[in-house]
């Protein structure tokens, strides 16, 4: 006997699997269409959502911006349906402009608190949290979100009120005159926490935190150690390391967090009513016209503020390079 | 000696919990030098470069860094800078702000910053890329903007750390020749981290060769080729033949673990040699031809240089030894 191979050592060719495989049915069918027009099942994929944005979505926020371009009959209250830039110059009018300020600013404001107060634990999360501490944070985060947010601001109106737990506390540990002072500044200040803007300011911040944690430790999570270490070994401090590669780097997470704060505060329209001056922001008269007053022009027109501010944000940050490292 | 070591390792540990990355580690590095520290991953010669660079501290022991005890400064105030494994490149950053990085944080003016910097990508031949990103450059470009960057400050030592890991083979061996260059030109002390022992071999003045956190031996890499310490060192380095005592005493070698190289052991019909084998397997390498025999005592690989006549699988060959080819170790693993 030879070491060759014989037919006996190979099998037959009858028994060799075959070099295509049958067909299994109509879902193999289905398969091979798709292979063979790749684009399909993207078109049918990406075709519901697509409508949803397209019609109903933007399909309203066209109407709604349409609206604005209407106006009211003084007398009759009825929206008198003709192209008209008057709703527009009614938003001009001090007392409305008042608003939009106070709004503009209460949502920078509240995202500078955010980003300030969320920066380290989103740093801390991204860099040092590992296994069950990560769990934790992502818990800590997320578990305000899965609660009602009336009862939050409810729960944090009551924490802020004049006998509530803060000023008891504060009382407790001898502050009260701290306390006293604080709310003894101007504008910011008032009679207690729950009817200040100060009050106004922590609830948002409480409420919109998460928002702007989430995307930011998102970002400093792909900022590898390595990036970290080559700045420390060509000679930058910690704090240089921060400002040139940290925050830089983080930049498109503030960017991402600092739209949803904004943007949720300029369009709230329940916080500024349960807790704070009862003076008005935007979400709230936007609230009022279309409901109690009827004019839905102004209404719409209102509503439009906060679009060109986030657009005219967005570009902004985009000039500022906030998008370079994506 | 009246020379200063660039770099000084004193009985360093560095322990993580339990493991014991770096376990009494002493080593010299000469100013000038081409330092490798060779080993398989896990042997410790990475914590060894980060203890330089100052991303870990010892557990024990003391590291000088010309003469000066580093135990107490922070990496950002060693003169010491490193090519990193995955370069680390700003991706924020233009190529010429990366380079201009560490003359940057020192306060340099903007304008000789960037000068400094055109020179040093000139250096690395990539003077028209300052403006680009990294993201935009090979994975060779970025190498070389990597080492722009750390030679940028003028160090005195530099850690390289399996630089060229990253690349391919072509690329790989112009550049283990241009750093070999390079390093002689500027004369700057490197200390390069490899787990590729043909790339420790072709470009280091002297090597150390680490296992389980210790190192096994130091020597040029002549020394440790032809003359390896320990088994480890003979297995790691090259592709050497590793007999036991009984193997090496019918070869009429030494009653001790030894050493052979492949290329030592010379084929002869077998009728011309008392040691005789079987050929087993043949395996073409090029430049040679790797020959598996089959001895009394086990197994045996002959490097047949390529020209001379090869035998077949199942042929009987007899061997004959290059004198002193039978090099004796020490017992250990």
Redesign the interface.
């Given at each position: 006997m030879t070491a060759a191979p014989t037919a006996a050592a190979a099998p037959a060719p009858a028994a060799r699997a075959p070099a295509v495989l049958p067909d299994r049915g109509p879902g193999d069918r289905l398969s091979r269409t798709f292979w063979r027009r790749p684009g399909l099942l993207t078109a049918l994929l990406i075709a519901p959502p697509l409508l949803w944005l397209g019609v109903v979505y933007l399909g309203s926020l066209a109407a709604l911006l349409a609206q604005s371009f209407f106006s009211i009959d003084p007398f009759s209250g009825l929206t008198v349906r003709e192209f008209t830039l008057a709703t527009y110059a009614e938003l001009l009018k001090p007392a409305n402009l008042d608003i939009i300020l106070r709004t503009v600013t209460m949502a920078a404001a509240v995202t500078a608190g955010c980003a300030l107060i969320g920066f380290p634990v989103a740093y801390f999360a991204a860099r040092y949290a590992r296994g069950r501490w990560k769990a934790l944070f992502y818990l800590g985060i997320l578990l305000p979100l899965w609660s009602s947010y009336l009862v939050k601001v409810y729960a944090w109106k009551l924490i802020l009120a004049k006998e509530g737990i803060v000023s008891w506390a504060v009382e407790g540990i001898g502050a009260s005159a701290i306390l006293n002072a604080v709310l003894a500044l101007p504008v910011i200040g008032g009679n207690s926490l729950s009817t200040s803007y100060l009050g106004t300011w922590i609830v948002f911040v409480y409420v919109w935190l998460p928002y702007m944690i989430l995307p930011m430790q998102a970002a400093l999570e792909r900022v590898?150690v390595?990036?970290l270490?080559?700045?420390?070994?060509?000679?930058?401090?910690r704090w240089?390391t921060f400002r040139?590669?940290v925050l830089?780097?983080a930049m498109p997470g503030v960017a991402a967090g600092s739209i949803f704060t904004f943007s949720l505060t300029l369009g709230d329209y329940i916080i500024p009513q349960i807790v704070g001056t009862s003076a008005r922001f935007i979400g709230l008269m936007v609230y009022q016209l279309q409901g109690t007053a009827g004019n839905i022009p102004l209404a719409a027109a209102f509503a439009v503020v906060p679009i060109v501010i986030m657009l005219v944000y967005l570009w902004l940050a985009k000039r500022r390079?906030a998008f370079?490292?994506l | 000696m009246s020379m200063t070591p660039a770099v000084e390792f004193q009985s360093v540990a560095r322990h993580f919990g339990t493991v014991r990355a770096v376990d009494g580690v002493d080593l010299t590095v000469a100013e000038g030098e081409f330092f490798a520290m060779l080993g398989p991953s896990g042997s410790g010669k990475t914590t060894c470069l980060r203890l330089i660079?100052?991303?870990e501290r010892p557990t024990a022991g003391s590291i000088r860094i010309f003469g000066q005890d580093v135990s107490r400064v922070?990496?950002?105030?060693r003169n010491?800078?490193?090519v990193?494994?995955?370069y680390?490149?700003?991706?924020?950053l233009t190529v010429r702000e990366n380079v201009a990085?560490?003359l940057?944080?020192?306060g340099v003016d903007r304008r000789t910053r960037m000068a400094r910097a055109d020179e040093m990508l000139a250096l690395v031949k990539l003077p028209d890329y300052g403006d680009r990103r990294p993201g935009q450059l090979s994975g060779g470009q970025r190498q070389r903007v990597a080492l722009a960057?750390?030679l940028v400050?003028e160090p005195r030592v530099l850690l390289l750390d399996e630089p060229l890991g990253a690349l391919d083979l072509k690329l790989r061996e112009a550049m283990q020749d241009e750093l070999k260059a390079l390093q002689r030109r500027l004369g700057i002390t490197f200390v390069f981290v490899t787990h590729d022992q043909s790339e420790a071999l072709s470009m280091a003045d002297r090597l150390a060769v680490f296992n389980d956190g210790r190192v096994a031996q130091v020597g040029t890499p002549a020394e440790v080729y032809n003359t390896p310490r320990t088994r480890f060192v003979a297995g790691f380095v090259g592709s050497s033949n590793i007999l036991p005592p009984a193997f090496s005493t019918a070869l009429g070698g030494p009653a001790a673990w030894v050493s052979l190289r492949p290329e030592s052991v010379r084929l002869v019909p077998w009728d011309r040699s008392v040691h005789r084998g079987a050929v087993r397997d043949l395996r073409f390498l090029g430049a040679g031809t790797r020959v598996q025999i089959d001895m009394p005592q086990g197994e045996l690989a002959a490097l047949v240089p390529a020209g001379l006549p090869l035998p077949a699988p199942g042929d009987s060959v007899g061997i004959v030894l290059a004198p002193n080819a039978l090099h004796p170790m020490e017992g250990e693993a």
């Open positions: 590898p390595s990036l270490e080559a700045s420390a070994d060509l000679g930058a401090t240089q040139t590669v830089p780097l390079g370079d490292a | 660079s100052g991303f922070p990496p950002h105030r010491v800078n490193t990193f494994q995955d680390a490149l700003f991706p924020h990085y560490g940057m944080v020192k960057r750390a400050n």
